[in-house]
């Protein structure tokens, strides 16, 4: 009886092992969902070094949609030295599930200041679970 025992344990646990997903999300590579922002001038130059929040629709109105704190965003990127910051692990049940039919709009925004007065730029998209996704903001 014990040596079945620990043969139906070793089957269960190869199961299991072969059952775990690979297509998780691991970076931007594609695989998952990815929100690429690139962030340029009126000159078309990349801006770098400036944070990028991004709100699912429920944090957005949760916390005051054009008012929220931006200390609130589900994801915050800073643009890299080519002006781009990527998104990913959105892939939860949080964001994606059967209740959305595995979309969400997220809204991005990006605060900057002109002569010393803060502004945002807001963009929406509306993600589709393991999308590829790409917005250029121009401030």
């Known amino acids: 009886m014990k040596k079945i025992l620990q043969i139906l344990l070793l089957t269960f646990s190869v199961f299991i092992a072969a059952c775990t997903s690979t ?14 922002i690139k962030l340029i001038d009126s000159k078309g130059l990349p801006i770098r070094a400036i944070p990028v929040y991004a709100f699912s629709i429920e944090t957005w109105v949760k916390n005051g949609g054009e008012a929220a704190d931006m200390t609130f965003a589900d ?9 781009i910051a990527e998104f ?8 994606f599930n059967t209740g959305n039919n595995f979309t969400n709009i ?14 945002r730029k807001i963009e929406r998209a ?6 590829y996704n790409e917005l250029v903001f121009t401030l």
């Open 88 to 95: 990913g692990g959105f892939d939860t049940e949080v964001f």
């Open 23 to 36: 297509d998780d999300f691991d970076g931007i590579t594609g695989n998952g969902t990815t929100v690429t």
């Open 106 to 119: 997220f809204t991005f925004v990006v605060e900057y200041e002109v002569d010393g007065i803060t502004l």
């Open 126 to 131: 509306t993600l589709v679970q393991n999308s």
């Open 75 to 83: 994801f915050t990127v800073k643009t890299n030295n080519n002006g």
